[in-house]
């Protein structure tokens, strides 16, 4: 599985890089190991394949259910670490996965927004973060996707200083609390990095 993952990212890595020119900032704030969840803005549909690819430890994405249906992808995407997620609703299933994955000290990915940015503006960011983040030991990486995304055009990706949520756990914060928390890190990345 993991060999099929590196043949993967560094596939994307090879016909991605180049056509969006993907500068990156920050690596040196990705914990070598133990639990990170990895938050960013969402602007593309090709958001997972860039932030995955850049981040030096395998990411497991939570990815709407529906790509596990469509003819190829279904085949791929496991492989990739990704699992399936049913939006506008409460899956269960994913919440045990996405812990699981955090509980084992790996990388869960997730875009916080719940669904990409029409306008590329960071928009509001659902309870789902926050919930993760509170309930598991993990530290939150910030990350910023800057685009926009234009063949050959520079694309900017942002990995801010891990934040340690314990001190938020203590305090017993909320769920959107927290989100909002991590959301003004990745607008604070935004801001910095445009």
């Not at 995955?52 to 994405?61: D, I, N, T």
């Given at each position: 599985?993991?060999?099929?993952?590196?043949?993967?990212?560094?596939?994307?890595?090879?016909?991605?890089?180049?056509?969006?020119?993907?500068?990156?900032?920050?690596?040196?704030?990705?914990?070598?190991?133990?639990?990170?969840?990895?938050c960013?803005?969402?602007i593309?549909?090709?958001?997972?394949?860039?932030v995955?690819?850049?981040?030096?430890?395998?990411?497991?994405?939570?990815?709407?259910?529906?790509?596990?249906?469509a003819?190829?992808?279904?085949?791929?995407?496991?492989?990739?670490?990704?699992?399936?997620?049913?939006?506008?609703?409460?899956?269960?299933?994913?919440?045990r996965?996405?812990?699981?994955?955090?509980?084992e000290?790996?990388?869960?990915g997730?875009?916080?927004?719940?669904?990409?940015?029409?306008?590329?503006?960071?928009?509001?960011?659902?309870?789902?973060?926050?919930?993760?983040?509170?309930?598991?030991?993990?530290?939150?990486?910030?990350?910023?996707?800057?685009?926009?995304?234009?063949?050959?055009g520079?694309?900017?990706?942002?990995?801010?200083?891990?934040?340690?949520?314990?001190?938020?756990r203590?305090?017993?914060?909320?769920?959107?609390?927290?989100?909002?928390?991590?959301m003004?890190?990745?607008?604070?990345?935004?801001?910095?990095?445009?």
């Amino acid at each position: 599985m993991a060999d099929l993952y590196n043949v993967g990212k560094n596939l994307c890595r090879a016909i991605l890089g180049p056509l969006y020119r993907v500068e990156v900032h920050g690596r040196e704030n990705v914990p070598k190991e133990g639990a990170v969840l990895l938050c960013s803005n969402h602007i593309s549909n090709l958001d997972p394949p860039i932030v995955g690819m850049m981040f030096p430890r395998p990411v497991a994405f939570m990815a709407k259910e529906e790509l596990f249906s469509a003819p190829i992808i279904k085949h791929i995407l496991p492989h990739l670490k990704a699992f399936p997620v049913k939006r506008g609703m409460s899956d269960r299933d994913a919440l045990r996965k996405a812990l699981a994955v955090l509980k084992e000290g790996e990388v869960l990915g997730l875009f916080p927004e719940g669904t990409r940015s029409k306008d590329g503006k960071l928009g509001k960011g659902m309870a789902g973060a926050g919930f993760f983040a509170l309930r598991s030991n993990a530290v939150v990486v910030p990350c910023a996707v800057i685009g926009p995304y234009k063949p050959f055009g520079k694309l900017k990706v942002v990995y801010g200083k891990p934040l340690d949520m314990e001190k938020y756990r203590q305090e017993k914060v909320s769920a959107e609390e927290a989100t909002a928390i991590i959301m003004n890190q990745i607008a604070e990345l935004i801001k910095k990095y445009q």
